[in-house]
Structures are given as C-alpha cells and as structure tokens.
C-alpha cells in the first residue's frame, strides 16, 4: 500500500482545522508474557494517543456516541469500509485490539500495512501475537484462566474446546448477519443457534485446497497443461490418473503426494471419520459410501501412485508431479515452495470431478475463521478489526497471489457450494478425539480388503466418540 508521509499527515491536519501533531511512532505491548510481531516503518497510533491522521479522519466519520448500540450494529457491518468507519464509536479510539495467530504476520501479503493503515484511520492499536499451531488451545486456555484473554481467536474446523474458549459473535454488538459475510462459513461454526467464528464472503483469508504440479515436469514428459485442461473443460479424473501412472511409470515413484491419507473420502464427500454438521458430530463410518472411499484410498497407495507423507520439500525438488495442499501456499510473501513460485513454475488447478458422481465437492485445508475469546477485553474493536482485516478490498488480489492461475483457481474454490471440512482434532490441535486416531492409523495401513474389517471394528468405538462430542456441544450454554 501507498505510504503517507509524515508532510501529508500534517497537511491533512491543518486542511481539517485540526492541531497539528506529529505521527505518532509504534509503540509495543509490555505484556510479559508473550511478544509483538506487528512492525512496519510507517507510523502508527499507541495505544493512548492517535496520530493526526487518525484522528483527522476519525472526526469526519465516526459517529456519536449517542448513537444507540442497536444503531451502530445495524450500520456497522454494511457496505464499504468507510461506511462502516462511519458507525464507529469514538470511545473505540486509544484501545487495543489483540489477535492470537499460529501464522506470523510477516506471511501475509502487505500485512504491516494493512494493519498500519487500519490504525491510522481508527487509532485502534492492534497486537498480532503469535502462537504455537499444535498447542494452540493449551495456550488459549491458559491465557483466558489467567485473565489475559486475548480478543481474536483464530479457528480451522469445528473444535468442540475452542468453542467452549469462545463467546458467540453477538457479543461483540456488531452486525455479522448481512451480505458481507460468509452465511455458509457461519452457519457451519453455529452451535445451539449461537455463532462462534466468522469470515467475510470473497475473502483473500481462507484455505481452500487444489492441486499443485511442477510446471517444469510436465513440459519435460511432455503432458498436457492441468490450468489449460481446466480452463477448457477437460480436466477430468482420468486425465489426471493416467499422467499419474504414466509419470509412476516414467520415475518408478509415486506421482501424487497427498496432504490427508483419506483424500477420497473427502473428494467423495466425507469428513473423514466422523461428521460435522447443523451443530452435530456424526459417524462417517455408518455411511454406505465408507467402504468405497477408504477402498480407493487404499488401491491408490497399494498401487504406488499417492505418498502420504507430506513431502514438500521432495515435490519442490521434482520427485513428485502433484500436491494437493492449502492455496495459503500460494500467497507471494508464504515460505512453502518459494523455489517454485520464485521461478513461476508452480502449477495450481482445482480438484478434478470425480467420475459417475453428481455432487463436486471442494476440499477445505483449513476453514479460515475467527471468533472472540471469553473474556476479551474489547470484542468490539475487533469486530471493526475483522471488517477492515478480512474485507478483499483491505488487499491487492493481483500481487496477493504468486500467479494470476493461482488467484483463478481460489476464487473458483471459494465459490464452490459443497465446502469439506475435514475434522482431524474435533478436540483440538494435536488431540484428536480418542479412538479417531486409533481408527485413523488403522484406515492409513489397511489393505483395500481390510477396509470393511476396520471400519466394523471401529464403529462402536467412533459411536461413543461421536456420543461424547455430542455432549460437549449440548453443555455450551
């Protein structure tokens, strides 16, 4: 984003009759027990004071706060940003909004300024801490006993403890409920009619999955273009096996390197194990389609042409020609597969239509969402945040991506009605629900004709896990 000097800041207070004040420079929170990774060299309001643009701006738009809390959550949410900065209460300014992220902020395109520029027309400081991805909610938990909550809380899928952490969105008095947001991302993040984690419809911010390929592979064996095949309507799944076997063939090594062991169950529309939907867990093992999916699963792997091991770094070097993975990979300033995305030879092009199947279904990595902790001490500044945060327009989607064919593909991706989510730890990161990683690791070493075996010695198992869930939902208040 374009920087604003330090000259125009001053001229822009005089041109509004305000008293000229310096920017302000960042200033970083002293809480000990965690650390500040926002920086940018622009200037940027502390958490008492607002620099002169800030308050310029804020004193043009920001409503009374006469106004009532009803008044300003039926504006808040609507329509364009400065709509939206319109309805802000002034009590906001000076306050500080605190984000609890696995990912630091330097991997998101144009982040510092994003969030510089959030500051400046708000005089909301915001502090983007970083936390540990597998021990996420170990250290949410500790934080929200501890009386240190922090405002936004990121989630991924459906994690029945992470809700528990959380207040519904209501709580924030901002108005979630209309066309700006993702009303099917919030309706899957719904429990007993309260929800508890939003994004924004058409979003840079979210993790649908695709195929990745190596240009440079294909062009050397000589296959047809996947993007290409894509755009014309013929990137079908036999298409896609027979450069699998072909390319197996050619190495005599897999071609496709899976990032979930059971991706054809998900293809075929299962969340893996268990289900999550309406606000209630499931039994994926009970549906007809189990034995099937997890068959093929199994045939891939027997066959040779699926690794499961999440080798980024040997698809980076040529020893596979697929990966299907997050399109967060895809962002310029993300670290994963920079060789490839540095040279422009990084290919993404959606999931193939599983053949003889009327539903397409469009695999989620991760479901991007964010909620509010219990105990936030200023949810309704990070509603504000999350408007300004989330909103596409926030970001240049042209540089946002490492290549116009990967922007193509996320948009398509994020259209898609059928979203997968697959519930790998319902009971957080790294603690799967007991027994699904038993019948998980099961499922992974099974032979295609022990998979009715396996899944019939796990049913009962997964009934009670399921059970459990269940309760745990029925407890939220």
């Given amino acids: 984003m374009k920087k604003i000097s330090r000259f125009l800041c001053v001229i822009l207070a005089i ?48 409503s009374s706060d006469n106004k009532s809390s009803a008044q ?24 500080t909004v605190e984000i609890f992220h696995w990912n630091p902020q330097s991997e998101l395109p144009n982040g510092a300024q994003v969030i510089t520029k959030f500051q400046q027309q708000t005089g909301i400081k915001v502090n983007w801490k970083v936390a540990s991805y597998d021990n996420y909610d170990v250290e949410l938990q500790a934080r929200v006993a501890a009386g240190k909550s922090p405002d936004i809380v990121l989630f991924q899928w459906m994690n029945v403890n992470r809700v528990k952490l959380c207040q ?6 901002f108005d979630f409920n209309n066309s700006d947001w993702d009303s099917e991302l919030m309706k899957y993040y719904t429990v007993k009619g309260k929800t508890y984690a939003v994004n924004m419809k058409n979003t840079l911010l979210n993790r649908p999955a695709a195929i990745f390929y190596n240009k440079t592979l294909i062009e050397k064996y000589d296959y047809e273009d996947p993007y290409t095949l894509w755009k014309q309507g013929k990137w079908t799944e036999s298409k896609f096996m027979e450069m699998c076997k072909d390319f197996k063939r050619t190495v005599n090594g897999p071609a496709w390197c899976v990032s979930k062991y059971d991706v054809w169950a998900l293809l075929t529309g299962l969340q893996s194990e268990i ?4 606000g ?17 699963c199994a045939e891939l792997y027997q066959q040779g042409l699926i690794d499961r091991s999440w080798d980024s770094n040997g698809f980076e ?28 030879t990084l290919g993404v092009v959606p999931f193939f239509p599983v053949a003889g199947q009327s539903t397409q279904y469009q695999l989620m990595s991760e ?37 116009e064919e990967a922007k193509a593909v996320y ?67």
């Fill in 317 to 344: 070097q040529g020893k596979y020609l697929f990966f299907d993975t997050s399109l967060m990979y895809t962002r310029t300033t993300q670290p994963y597969f920079s060789t490839l995305k540095s040279s422009g």
């Fill in 275 to 278: 289900s999550y939907k309406d």
């Fill in 367 to 403: 479901y991007e969402a964010y909620g509010f902790a219990k105990g936030a001490k200023n949810a309704k500044g990070a509603a504000f945040f999350l408007r300004y945060y989330l909103d596409p327009a926030s970001y240049d989607a042209n540089t946002f991506f490492c290549s």
């Fill in 168 to 173: 519904p969105v209501s709580a924030a008095g």
């Fill in 411 to 477: 948009e398509y991706a994020m259209k898609q009605p059928n979203r997968i989510m697959h519930n790998r730890n319902p009971l957080g990161s790294g603690n799967s629900a007991s027994p699904i990683s038993e019948v998980r690791l099961a499922l992974q070493e099974a032979t295609p004709e022990q998979v009715p075996t396996v899944l019939n010695t796990y049913m009962s198992a997964v009934d009670a896990a399921v059970a459990d869930l269940n309760k745990r939902l029925s407890d939220l208040p």
């Fill in 72 to 95: 300003q959550s039926t504006v808040a949410a609507k329509g364009s940003w400065q709509n939206v900065l319109k309805s802000m209460p002034k009590s906001l300014r000076g306050t």
């Fill in 15 to 62: 041109g509004i009759t305000l008293s000229s004040t310096a920017c302000s420079s960042k200033k970083t929170s002293s809480e000990p027990d965690d650390s500040t990774v926002v920086s940018s060299s622009e200037p940027v309001s502390s958490e008492n004071e607002t620099s002169s643009e800030a308050q310029s701006s804020q004193d043009k738009t920001v």
């Fill in 280 to 296: 209630k867990y499931g039994n994926n093992l009970r549906d007809k389609r189990a034995i099937k999916a997890w068959q093929r």
